[in-house]
């Protein structure tokens, strides 16, 4: 498998682990609209896309790690994607 499909699917595989639902859905659309962005890049800049997005996977993953530690509350769109929620 090449770099950047790996790289893209450790970003996804990482942000299924955020526990907050806006913080998973965020990270999961600018992952992808980010790799869209990039899918023609130049070899230099696409190098220098790769290190930044290893550089946003550290991030992501220690934000997971503190997101575990302290869970939030449920929130309200967790509630209703899991069928907890009020009809």
């Given at each position: 498998m090449s770099a950047p499909v790996t790289l893209l699917r450790s970003l996804l595989r990482t942000s299924r682990s955020l526990t907050d639902f806006n913080v998973k859905a965020y990270a999961r659309r600018r992952?992808?609209?980010?790799?869209?962005?990039?899918?023609?890049?130049?070899?230099?800049?696409a190098a220098a896309a790769m290190a930044e997005?290893?550089?946003?996977?550290g991030?992501?993953?220690?934000?997971?790690?503190i997101s575990q530690m302290y869970?939030?509350?449920a929130n309200v769109m967790e509630n209703v994607i899991m069928g907890l929620g009020q009809r």
């Open positions: 992952t992808m609209v980010g790799f869209r962005q990039n899918q023609s890049l130049a070899p230099e800049e997005g290893e550089k946003m996977l991030v992501m993953k220690r934000q997971a790690a869970p939030g509350g």
